[in-house]
């Protein structure tokens, strides 16, 4: 019998500026820059040793569940702006579930929406319907994303 193991997956965000909407998502998120490889200082140290012309160091980034759990998240510069809605967005689980009260869901929600716009991000709808409750706001480049 053959069991095919789990693929894991790299979540890539296209962006203008890959190192501040990586520092965003690593607030976002509770996640972290990723660190250069050992055994090299910083990623500009690493970057000169593979010969990467200094106009292209901050064309990517990176973040980095510190617990090793959640999947990487990759920023890579591209020319063009971004022009139409996401077809796939994060959703943030903050609120606790269905087995919450609704009540301490959206007080858990909106914090988090507040403590994100604040990072950078910003409001686009509250949605408060059939039992659920949402917030979708855009990180500092517009993608889209629900806080739940």
Known sequence: ?????????????????????????????????????????SWEDWLAEQGVPKERW??????????????R????RVP???????RVHLDLNVGGGPSTPLIHRRTRVDNEAERLARAGATF???VSE????FVTMLDP????????
């Open 58 to 71: 901050n064309d990517a980034s990176a973040v980095i569940d510190p617990d090793g759990n959640g999947p």
């Open 124 to 126: 686009v709808r509250t």
């Open 73 to 76: 998240i990759f920023f890579q």
């Open 1 to 41: 019998m053959f069991l095919h193991m789990a693929t894991s997956v790299q979540v890539v965000f296209d962006c203008a500026d890959p190192p501040a909407v990586a520092r965003f998502w690593a607030e976002a998120l509770g996640y972290q820059v990723q660190p250069p490889p050992e055994p090299f200082e």
């Open 80 to 86: 063009e702006p971004k022009t139409v809605k996401n």
């Open 130 to 133: 059939h039992g659920e409750y």
């Open 141 to 148: 480049e517009g993608n889209e994303f629900d806080i739940q």
